[in-house]
């Protein structure tokens, strides 16, 4: 049974850092691709970060680019998410998700996609204060 597992999460004053773990188990860690998605209050789950085993690649949305970093520990079967300079409006649930087929050439555009995962974990709060 493939199991997402987030921590990592919590309080934190603009301009800190937090770092979110997503531990996962159930399938052999390569050939997958980790994204993190986070969902405010009110708001669509939006993608914020993806690393693709298989196409060797990092992906980032636009408003994380150079304040968040992802990445993946394979030995530990865990994907982190390094968030610095950290914003109130990065207030938000935060959610791994996983997916382990069919990861095709557009996956650049896909894979800020929730529909594009099959696995999700169960969320972290990541609160910003200002």
């Known amino acids: 049974e493939v199991q997402l597992v987030e921590s990592g999460g919590g309080l934190v004053q603009a301009g800190g850092s937090l770092r979110l773990s997503c531990a996962a188990s159930?399938?052999?860690?390569?050939?997958?691709?980790i994204g993190w998605f986070r969902q405010a209050p009110g708001k669509e789950r939006e993608g914020v970060s993806c690393?693709?085993?298989?196409?060797?690649?990092?992906y980032y949305a636009d408003s994380v680019k150079g304040r968040f970093t992802i990445s993946s520990d394979n030995a530990k079967n865990t994907v982190y998410l390094q968030m610095n300079s950290l914003k109130p409006e990065d207030t938000a649930v935060y959610y791994c998700?996983?997916?382990?087929?069919?990861?095709?050439?557009?996956?650049?555009?896909?894979?800020?996609?929730?529909?594009?995962?099959?696995?999700w974990g169960q969320g972290t709060q990541v609160t910003v204060s200002s």
């Open positions: 998700a996983a997916r382990l087929w069919g990861l095709s050439r557009n996956w650049y555009e896909i894979w800020s996609h929730p529909q594009g995962y099959d696995y």
């Open positions: 159930g399938f052999t860690f390569d050939g997958y691709a």
């Open positions: 690393i693709s085993s298989v196409h060797d690649r990092t």
